[in-house]
């Protein structure tokens, strides 16, 4: 087992503000397109530890909905309501809030997500040659021709109670 | 009443395990039931029992050389045995069940600022806008308190039912206030009229039920009165249960997510009344049980 899982199919993050979920075991995880970038992170708040995205795909910031927190293309919480008077983040104590980034690697027109940020963004290519027909790949998820996703092992939370 | 004046400590939120593992929750669980002198048994008025009572409100005895109820609960006893006139008038009751840790529910409820974004149309309009300025919350023990001033808009409103519904206000407050009893007991009142008391029921590590009791009391047997209560009451129980849905999904995606923070978290200063449960339930748990 690798660890790289299949996210979503690239043409869902071609824009910026584009965004993925899915889970890597009990981990929830992101990826979004910051102006053109991918990058992808724990899908946790650093707040309280809310979910924070919970549709599989979509477009927006990367956005709390519990109290609005909004994170940046580091991870880093850029706007916190009521920081002013409640929680006195200066930049450096941001920035010991940021997200956990996760690795990303597209291959084959497909989005993949590892939980190391530093795994080899080479094996998902490996994966994803197209011979035309069905195929399972090692993560457990389908894709057809073309890339099409028959089925994203991601989409459900594996591992936790 | 600005009293957040002042930076409060940075208080350690417990472990995730004691959000996910079951044997976590066995472990709680148990040191809630031996461990904390007094808690929370029940309503009179519903035939419940209990050791003691604060006004209507029963509390079972835990511990053998237990502190006078009175004192457990300290100054929010005399709360509570305000709020207890209204307990014989009750309207309505209701339950759910959240796919979340009986301490999420906590959290959520001892939050004092996600109004505006969990709550738009229900609670965040009813309390004033300047409300970091009207809030006041203090603390007793692992017990706290928060009061909300109303909008004015809000307050009128009540004006209005208090005089065409003939209700009985047991205090002269244009306030929403919040009691907490720890670790399980939250009363939330409403223009010195309306009380809603909250029992959270742990029945799994990942699954609580909230269950809530309404009472609108009211000043006299008048039929006109009284119809216009009963209309009342369906709107009020409905938004009640409005507000408790918006607060569900919100508390399932902790739930979700919890378990994969690797961070500790971080508490503003308007969420000090959590971290006071935090450190209450650290205190009683095995010596393993704090974050990190």
Sequence with gaps: MSGWVLLAHGDDLAAHGCWATGWIGAIPVLVRNFNGTLRGFRNV???????????????GPLRCPYHAWVYDQDGVPKAIPFNDSDFHLDDAARRALALPAIGVAMAGGLVFAHLDPNADSAVPADWTADNGTERTLPDGSVIGPGSAILYRSSARREGAC | MLNYDNPPPRRRLLASRWFHDPSAFATEQTALSTRLPWRFAGLAHEGGTGDAACGGFLFRRQTHDVPPLTDWLGPLADRLSLLSTALDSPVASDSTEFAANWKILVE?????????????????????????????????GPHSRSQWKLSDPTAAWWDKLVTRGHLRRFATQDLYDHCFIFPDLYVASFHGTMVIVHRVVPLAVDRTRLEWRTFLPAASDDAKAASFRRGLVSMLAASARQVIDEDRPLCEQVQQARIAATGPGILGWREQRIGYVHAALSALLPTDGTAP
């Design chain 2, 108 to 140: 959520n409820t001892l939050d004092d600022f996600h109004g505006s974004t969990v709550h738009p149309q229900t609670i965040h309009p009813a309390v004033d806008a300047d409300w970091r300025r009207h809030l006041h919350t203090d603390r007793f």
């Design chain 1, 45 to 59: 708040c650093s707040h309280r530890f809310a979910l924070m995205l919970t549709e599989p795909t979509g477009k």
